[in-house]
């Protein structure tokens, strides 16, 4: 599966973004996505996923209360609304793709995923 990631861009603290990554293939619904995030000189982050049917999230502490995840598998898509942003949400974005084999939302390692999209900026100016 293909996964492009779209969405990212400059907005000031306390504003919101909402990202979207959008997969080709016909099994989309059968992956669990996650979200994760890359800041300059930091290591790659889970921030957020979400099992095959929707019905199961996990978020970071970092991001709870102010982040949500949602998909639509009717349009191969997962999304990604962030609210309250605030500097430290500066990042690239990854959106990931896995078998999901239990139904779980929760696998925080970047190695648990199959699939990768390009990854899309997202900058919090204070």
């Known amino acids: 599966v293909q996964l492009q990631a779209s969405g990212g861009g400059l907005v000031q603290a306390g504003g919101s973004l909402r990202l979207s990554c959008a997969a080709s293939?016909?099994?989309?619904?059968?992956?669990?996505m996650g979200w994760f995030r890359q800041a300059p000189g930091k290591e790659r982050e889970f921030v957020t996923g979400i099992n095959w049917s929707g019905t199961s999230t996990y978020y970071a502490n970092s991001v709870k209360g102010r982040f949500a995840i949602s998909r639509d598998n009717a349009k191969n898509t997962v999304y990604l609304q962030m609210n309250s942003l605030k500097p430290e949400d500066t990042a690239v974005y990854y959106c990931?793709?896995?078998?999901?084999?239990?139904?779980?939302?929760?696998?925080?390692?970047?190695?648990?995923?199959?699939?990768w999209g390009h990854g899309t900026l997202v900058t919090v100016s204070s």
């Open positions: 293939g016909r099994t989309f619904s059968s992956y669990a």
């Open positions: 990931a793709a896995r078998t999901d084999y239990g139904g779980s939302a929760y696998y925080p390692f970047p190695t648990e995923y199959d699939y």
